[in-house]
C-alpha cells in the first residue's frame, strides 16, 4: 500500500511559468511534510518542508500549500527556470513511521 | 557541497566478491541511514542507526550488512550478491532522531554487480 501518492509522473513546463506537483496521504500520524529535489547522480536534497499546524510555507520560488482536512500537499514552483529541471519528491513521516516518499515527478522546463 | 560524504562514488564487484560502502559525517548529525535506489524510483530505506541501535528493513537480504564504528561513520558490508542489487546506495543522515524526515544525503555510491 502507498502511504504518498505524487502526480503527475512527469511534467513539462515553459520557462517562467508555474510547476504544480501534488501529493495526498492516507496516515494522520504523519506529523513532517518535505520535498526533496534530486538531479541526475546525485542525492536529494531537502528542499522545503511543512508542518500540519500551517497552511502554507514559502521560501524563494518555492510554496508548499497543505490541505490538512484533505490530507493533500502540494509543491509550487514560480517562474520555473530550466535548472529547476530535476525530479521531485514529496515525503511525510512522523509515528512511528519513518520517512515515506512518493514515487516521484520528472520536471523538465524548457526554454 | 554536501557535508555527507560517501566512498567509492563507483563501484564494480562479482558476485562472489566482499566490498564495502563507507559514508561519513560531521554534522554532529544524530542518526545516520543507509538507502537503495533503483533508476526512475524513490529512495528505499534499508537500516537506521540511532543511539548505536540499529533499526533493520526486515526485507533487506543478509547479504547487506551494517556496521556504525562510531556516531559520524557508517559503513554497508556487501557479500554474495546479486545483479539486482545493482544500484545507487544513498547514506543519509538527521538531526533528531525523533524526526526522520529531515534528511541529509551523501551523493551515493553507484553500485554494480556483475
Known amino acids: 500500500q502507498q502511504q504518498v501518492k505524487q502526480s503527475p509522473q512527469s511534467l513539462i513546463v515553459q520557462k517562467g511559468g508555474i510547476s504544480i506537483i501534488n501529493c495526498a496521504y492516507e496516515?494522520?500520524?504523519?506529523?513532517?511534510f518535505p520535498w526533496y529535489q534530486q538531479f541526475p547522480g546525485k542525492g536529494p536534497a531537502l528542499l522545503i518542508a511543512?508542518?500540519?499546524?500551517?497552511s502554507e510555507k514559502k521560501e524563494g520560488r518555492f510554496t508548499i500549500s497543505f490541505n490538512k482536512s484533505a490530507k493533500q500537499f502540494s509543491l509550487h514552483i514560480m517562474d520555473s527556470q530550466p535548472g529547476d529541471s530535476a525530479t521531485y519528491f514529496c515525503?511525510?513521516?512522523?509515528?512511528?513511521?519513518?520517512?515515506?516518499f512518493g514515487k516521484g515527478t520528472r520536471l523538465s522546463v524548457i526554454a | 557541497d554536501t557535508e555527507v560524504t560517501q566512498t567509492p562514488k563507483h563501484l564494480v564487484m562479482g558476485m562472489t566478491n566482499k566490498k564495502s560502502l563507507k559514508c561519513e559525517q560531521h554534522m554532529g548529525h544524530r542518526a545516520m541511514y543507509w538507502y537503495k535506489q533503483k533508476a526512475k524510483k524513490p529512495p528505499e530505506l534499508m537500516f537506521v542507526?540511532?543511539?548505536?541501535?540499529?533499526?533493520i528493513n526486515e526485507s533487506v537480504p543478509s547479504r547487506f550488512s551494517p556496521e556504525c564504528p562510531n556516531s559520524s561513520l557508517l559503513n554497508l558490508h556487501l557479500h554474495a550478491l546479486q545483479p539486482e542489487d545493482s544500484a545507487l546506495y544513498l547514506c543519509?543522515?538527521?538531526?533528531?532522531?525523533?524526526?526522520?524526515?529531515?534528511?541529509?544525503f551523501g551523493e551515493g555510491s553507484r553500485l554494480t554487480v556483475l
Open positions: 542507526y540511532s543511539y548505536e541501535k540499529l533499526s
Open positions: 515525503a511525510a513521516s512522523g509515528g512511528n513511521t519513518p520517512l515515506v
Open positions: 543519509a543522515s538527521s538531526p533528531e532522531v525523533r524526526n526522520t524526515g529531515e534528511l541529509f
Open positions: 511543512i508542518r500540519p499546524d500551517v
Open positions: 496516515n494522520t500520524a504523519f506529523d513532517y
